[in-house]
């Protein structure tokens, strides 16, 4: 019998305004989430009570949208919350505000290097992909040691955890941005010793 070392829950936060507009963007303190992000991360909270009763800790990245969604939690699992350092969105640089629409508007040239190396390219100012995985395969490697045998939930944002589940599922990582992970889902992440088991992926309950 296999013993889990560790089980994450990944919850993206709930919409914003930028979000329903595809912009992409990486500020901690705007925008905050919508009426529509509070109300998906209501059901959630709910959802994952009922799904998962018991939870060890609630960490949220430092964003605005991702603590205002950990509160929501929090209040529902009668339990604190706590800041984590390395969960921040992937930083936009130059695209940063824009839709892929603008960027191909606006900077064509930048775009069309993108996609002809999309692990190691990316505008100035922003993340690689490349530099994204190392991040967040290493801040959720210490997440998992530092709550052996626990439950947790993690409140971050979309690259964030396409690049866990391409990590675990050996997804390369140019190919992880096709991973669909919407606002208010949970996508559950089992850990044991050598390698990580996917439970469930961007679960949006009805």
Same mark, same amino acid.
């Given at each position: ?6 089980? /994450?829950?990944?919850? !993206? ?5 930028? &979000? ?10 705007? %925008? %905050?989430?919508?009426?529509?992000? @509070? ?15 018991? #939870?060890?800790?609630?960490?949220? +990245? ?6 205002? +969604?950990?509160?929501? =939690?929090? @209040? ?13 969105? !992937?930083?936009?640089? =130059? ?7 603008? /960027? ?13 190396? %999309? ?16 991040? *967040? ?9 530092? &709550? ?11 690259? *964030? ?5 391409? +990590?675990?599922?050996? #997804?390369? %990582? ?6 669909? /992970? ?11 010793? &050598? ?12």
């Amino acid at each position: 019998m296999f013993r889990r070392k560790c089980k /994450i829950i990944f919850v !993206r936060h709930g919409s914003t305004i930028y &979000n329903e507009q595809g912009r992409l963007f990486d500020a901690e303190d705007y %925008p %905050p989430i919508t009426q529509k992000g @509070k109300d998906q991360m209501e059901n959630l909270a709910k959802w994952l009570l009922y799904k998962t009763p018991h #939870v060890d800790k609630i960490y949220t +990245s430092s964003a605005l949208r991702a603590i205002q +969604s950990a509160r929501i =939690l929090s @209040k529902e699992y009668d339990l604190e919350y706590e800041i984590i350092d390395g969960m921040y969105d !992937r930083k936009s640089g =130059l695209w940063g505000g824009l839709t892929f629409e603008q /960027i191909e508007e606006k900077y064509p040239d930048m775009l069309h290097k993108y996609h002809e190396n %999309p692990y190691e390219y990316w505008p100035e100012g922003g993340e690689p992909t490349q530099a994204l995985r190392e991040r *967040v395969d290493a801040i959720v490697s210490e997440m998992v040691a530092l &709550n052996e045998y626990k439950t947790i939930i993690v409140v971050t944002h979309e690259d *964030v955890i396409q690049s866990v589940i391409a +990590s675990i599922l050996g #997804v390369p %990582p140019e190919h992880q941005g096709k991973i669909l /992970i919407p606002t208010g889902s949970a996508t559950q992440i089992n850990f044991y010793s &050598n390698w990580a088991t996917l439970g469930y992926c961007a679960h949006v309950p009805q």
